[in-house]
Structures are given as C-alpha cells and as structure tokens.
C-alpha cells in the first residue's frame, strides 16, 4: 500500500510541476511575443517618422515638424526600451551623424540601422549590392512618368 501512495503522491507532484513549468514558460513566451510586437511597432514608427520629416524637408515643408519630431522621439525611445544593444549602437550612429537623411554618411548609417532592425526581427540581413538608399530615397520610381499622371513638364 505504501509504494501506491507513493507512487500517486510522486504522480501528482509531477503533475503539479509539469503544470507550474508550463505556465511559467508560457508566460515568458507571452512576454517575448509582447516585446517582440512593441519592437516591430517601434521600428515601424521609426521608419514611418523619419520617411515624413526627411520629405517634407525635401519639399521644403516645416509647419508640421514639431509633432513630426515628437513621434519620431516616441518611436525612438520605444526602441530604445526593447531593441537589441546592436540596433540601439546603429541608432545612436545614425543620430550622432544628423539623422537627416541629407548626406551620404546618414543615409549608410540608416542603411545600416534599417539592416540591425531586419536582423533583430529574424531576418536575413540586405545584400550591399540591393540599391536600399535608391528603392529607400527616391521620390518617384524611375519609371514615373509625369505626363501619364496629367502633370505637364
């Protein structure tokens, strides 16, 4: 009778553990899922801010530019919250080289930054020989063509 009792009681603890083990693991996993979704969103926003305020600079536009900047600060330390230390150096270089997108330096720095990003979401990084500043910058495709869309050059 004992070795029963035993063998239940071991059964049940088990049991218990195998219960606790997998709520703790899937409370980690939802955590990362959480982060991982804020990382994504951040770096989008990121994105998303830089590409506006670098065209309406382009454009020569300003008015807007203060709520423009206030996004971009937000995505910016969202990202600094839950990316990678090799996402959070990319950053910092990008910044520390204007941030603009003006020069030629700035616009490798985002490269490379836009790359960090690819990397820390599970992607492969872009071949150096992707035209990414081209596909990236450009206002229009090259094959745009302004008389199909009704402006007169």
Known sequence: MPSALLV????G???LL?????HILSAKRARLDELAAMRM????DFVRSTSLLFTARRAGRTEDEIEELARLNDAKTRILLSANPSVLKSLERFWLQGGTLEKEQEIIAF???CDEMRVSLGKERVSLQ???AGVLF?????????RVHGVDG
Request: aromatic share 10%.
């Open 8 to 11: 239940a009681m071991l059964s």
């Open 13 to 15: 603890v088990a049991a």
């Open 18 to 22: 195998g219960v606790a083990l997998g």
């Open 41 to 44: 969103a951040a770096y989008v």
């Open 111 to 113: 490269r490379n930054l």
């Open 130 to 132: 992707m035209d990414l």
């Open 138 to 146: 450009k206002v229009q495709p090259s094959t745009y063509s302004y």
